[in-house]
């Protein structure tokens, strides 16, 4: 592997990061009373995808849809599903990014890249790793994320440096595109134009899969946050007020019970702080709070945070 590929490698590692959790598939539109989608709305909730990745939803608005062969969604079964969205604001740390780039991305025993460490700096997003495939010399990479009017994630490289001494400027010096060094088709989520990176966060996390169009990207302290879609009118009538995860209409399954015409929320017994929700342990957390029916058979289940429960 000669020096330019190198250098192109450190550009894949730059634009793995933005990857919060989205992806650049169309939300489909809902049309009569039996589509088997489910309506879900969200607010202040920290969602864990693994015990090293979760993410913080902000609000989010959007549908509950069945994958392929599946009936309808079941909360206990995090293939059966996908999460629509309409508009979201979610915001992921740059810890929970180090750890995707770890143990999903660069997990491979011949991944190029290893111990990839990723922090931010202003408006930048820094990474700090090792090149396994040249006997792990060390490497740090400083770039920018923005949405495109496509709803794709662009990364724009500005700084490369090899052992600590700066290599952006070779290729500019030869003429090179990244494009021309290196064949994308088997990485997964990524795409190359020129010396652009163009992302499909959606295939680098794990179930449940996200499905959106990202308009916005923002660094915010040792976060980043992606916005989702378009705002809903102001004025909305909210499912609750607090900290929750509300699902509404069509058929939604989880633990014994299958609720039809789905009335469900999941509310945080403490609103002090986020509602920090494992759906792979949300049993625990059911049996640590305790539920209402309202009048109508809707459901209300006071949950306890996840990190608040005696494991």
Do not use: W
Not at 160 to 167: E, L, N, R
Not at 228 to 249: D, E, L
Not at 298 to 304: A, K, N, T, Y
């Amino acid at each position: 592997m000669d020096r330019i590929t190198v250098i192109v490698l450190l550009l894949i590692a730059v634009g793995c990061v933005t990857t919060g959790g989205s992806s650049l598939a169309k939300v489909p539109q809902v049309k009569g009373s039996k589509t088997p989608a489910v309506q879900v709305d969200m607010r202040n909730v920290m969602y864990h995808f693994t015990d090293q990745v979760t993410v913080h939803i902000l609000q989010l608005h959007g549908l509950v849809l069945p994958t392929q062969g599946a009936r309808f969604p079941v909360l206990d079964d995090v293939q059966s599903f996908t999460f629509a969205i309409h508009f979201a604001e979610i915001a992921i740390g740059t810890d929970a990014l180090s750890n995707v780039l770890n143990q999903y991305v660069f997990a491979a025993p011949n991944a190029p890249i290893k111990d990839i460490a990723v922090s931010t700096a202003d408006n930048s997003v820094k990474v700090h790793g090792k090149l396994h495939a040249k006997g792990d010399i060390p490497f740090e990479t400083e770039g920018t994320a923005v949405a495109t009017p496509e709803g794709h994630i662009r990364i724009h490289t500005h700084k490369v440096s090899v052992a600590q001494v700066s290599v952006k400027g070779l290729m500019d010096l030869l003429g090179l595109k990244t494009a021309q060094l290196i064949n994308t088709d088997k990485v997964r989520g990524v795409r190359l134009e020129g010396n652009d990176l163009i992302l499909d966060p959606a295939l680098l996390l794990p179930p449940p899969r996200i499905t959106g169009r990202v308009t916005e990207v923002q660094v915010q302290g040792d976060h980043i946050l992606q916005v989702f879609g378009t705002k809903p009118p102001a004025g909305a009538p909210s499912p609750h007020s607090g900290n929750y995860m509300a699902y509404r209409g069509a058929q939604l399954r989880f633990g014994k019970l299958t609720m039809s015409d789905t009335d469900l929320v999941l509310i945080d017994m403490d609103p002090q702080d986020p509602f920090n929700f494992f759906l792979e342990h949300y049993k625990e957390q059911l049996v640590a709070g305790y539920t209402k029916t309202t009048p109508d058979f809707g459901l209300r289940v006071f949950m306890r945070d996840f990190n608040k429960v005696q494991h």
